[in-house]
């Protein structure tokens, strides 16, 4: 190759490498704001040099290759950073709801409708045959039920998004994982020496979103695809085949190639799917747990309480609330289907008959037998209707205990100390035995006179004004009572239990304390791991995001470059003229 | 070191995003004039705060129950207090009586005046409390004593029972606050079913004072005599346990004051915000939100672009 040949050739190399460049610095330009777009370096080179006249000469200048200014750790590391960050935001964003619910600092609030409840026995005590404090305290009494019964559904409600979300979050991770399948074949196919640079960036672009779903592990192959499982090592993509997941309403699932589905809910820990579950398998359920175990402790001991006092009218009629499944087995034991049945213990209590003058006709002392072979509801009825045949029927029908007076007689309980009453719902105060089943004794509902303020005295009378019942109940507030608090865990169904001792009121203390707690804690670590994943974020937009200004010195740069080499090109024909006029 | 323009935006944007969020913190204090907003914002500082409140709502009943008990020993003292000024005076004129220089025709006169008291302190006994009787023990919906002037011999019968109506004015802690009737109007073992049986109530003695005094017998005025001066004692007995229990109930009720202002207190202390420091908190903040903003602005207009 000759002098100006050369020349000329090195020239139209210059022009075409600096043109690549400023295709390049142009394309970064164009992608500023392209969210997961790394920047692009075209790698210039000399050429190899080649001998002449003695001398060994430049052959001008080539593009290398176009290479993504990546560093392959800081993504992984903030990609994890940001699946966990995802994760936090949606356990952030329920706690707040769950907080919202509770509604501690307003007076709709659970706590504040307990302690109106209170008062209103108070108040009854102080006036026991009073209508207008018996009507308060029912309805003090049913906005309690309503606060509960409310939770219960807003618990419910709560978990009903979370599966919603859920199946949502599935669909798009079977997108993601499909697309990136997509994407792994075309990069494949182009081969290993070839660059994509922004199928590159394109597919990382997808494993970040995928991995706001749920925490991921990747590499890449050989042949350039990537490989992508759950953080637990079950492959999601691999190579041009993706493996969906499903849900299928408490489950996720994940479809293998062959064998059966297989459950890994409790396996995925991060992303939004991370969040989700262990707000419905964790946080939700067990402050549902407490909630019902407040609601059970509250409705039996107020209704303990209650089964031992009479009204300001004796009961003609009266149906048990709870309900037995058989009522030939005994009462204390499981098999009797009631809901308190384990409360019931040896005893025994008094049922006074009232003629139709009001005057004690009979007075009988019924003795439970808690124990294997002691009394069911059968025997209980068969005693009972040996009182009075004529006047007096127990009998167990559609599985509640019913007790019915005849003739103008009447009758009244007292001094129950085996609980039997109280379990079978005779003579109680509340309805149902957790929170979402919690209501009023319908009974109260029509008759509010049979709100058992008073207790039967010894010699069977039943004083209007007596308040010995209203101010055990009024007591029942300061009394401890040993509970339960409950925590689950992932992957059990059976949570880790730590008995306390403490008031009714005490104990929602401690429940809301573990929300309002919980929820600090967790919007501590967000706020963490949000300044964590800003600077990983950073250093990686430091190292990979385009900068304006240096694209345009870039720009400038190359600029200069390729009218520098188009000089060449006319100097070359500046010689070449000189070259040919020359005669 | 290199920095992407993203990376310019991105820290002004996550920068104004947490001073306007601390901001409008900041803000939310001082318009509520509340440090806790919500439970996570100091969940123990929050329990307490629950805990006071509903113990609050407890004094405040037990205050309430205070002011109904008191209402009942007024009432009470009031009643038993005319009763021992009636119970006198029929004490001054059966000593006049007994004397032998009075003659029947004053004698008959003073029966129809002791029949006259007789239905006062009858009055007396039934008093009331809005609807209900406060000497019946807790049978507070039945008249406690009727008279029936038709029987022969006339009598008075009670119809209450031998149980006080209480109050409750603490954890475990009653007050009771009616009167079992028979107590201060008859002896304790008077039996009021069979009152011509013979034991002595002041309904009784005062029936026979009268028939004494209609019969001119002063043997029986002096027997009568004896009888009231015991009746006046249970009565004074009566009236000063009245006394010792509404002081009582003052006592407990001072105790509750100060409690309820104690509880109010450190509620106030914990729940409340410093608003003075509220306010300074938010203005700093403010300023911090224009800082940031002023900065902000100037740094991303510049731009090499621009010297091109």
Redesign the interface.
Known sequence: MSGIGLLLSTARDALLAQQTALDVVGHNIANVNTEGYTRQIPVLSARDPAPYAGVVLGRGVDVDEVVRNVDNLIEERLMQRRSDLKAMEEEEAYMAALEALLNESSSGSLSSHLTDFWNAWHDLANNPSGLAERSALYERGALVCQALNDLSGDFDQLEKQINLALDAGVDQINELTAEIAGLNEQIAGLGVFSTPNDLYDKRQALVTRLSQYLDLQYYEDADGSLTVTTGRGYVLVSRDDSYDLSFDGTDVRWESSGTADLDITDTITGGKLGGWLEMRDVILPSYERDLNELAENMIWEVNQTHSLGAGVEKFTSVTGAYSISDSGEELGTVDSGLAFYDKITDGSFKLWLYDDTGAVSASTTLTIDADAGGTTASSLASAINAIDVTHLTASVSNGKFTITASGGYSFAFSGDDSNVLAALGINVFFTGDDAESADMNSALESNKNLIAAARVGTSGQIATGDNTNALAMADLQYEEISMTHYIYTRGSSTPTSSAVTETISSYLYSLESSVGIRSQSITRSREYNEVIAEELSETRNNISAVSIDEELANLIKFQHAYSAAAKLVSTADEMFQTLLETR | ???????VY??VK?NITRVSDQMLRANLIVSTG?R?????????G??SV??L??DI??LE??E??IT?GRTWLKTGEAALTQVEDILSQVKSLAIQMASENVGSSERSAAAETVDGLLRQVLALANSKV?D??IF???????TPFSFDDEDTPPEVTYAG?A?A????IG??L?VAV?KDGEQIFGDDDFDWSNASAGEDNIFKTLLDLKGYLESDSTAGIQGALTKLDNHLSTVNAAISDIGTRIIRLDVKENIIADLKLSYTDRMSRIEDADIAEAIMDLQSRQVAYQAALASSSKILKV???DY?
């Open positions: 070191m290199r920095i992407s323009t993203n990376s991105d820290s996550a509340k806790i907003n919500k439970l996570s914002d100091d969940p123990v929050m329990v629950l805990d409140r509903s709502k407890n009943q037990l309430r129950n109904m809005g209900r009787y019946g023990g807790t049978n507070t919906d039945t029972n149980s109506f209480s109050i409750k954890n475990d009653e009616g731009s090499l672009v091109l």
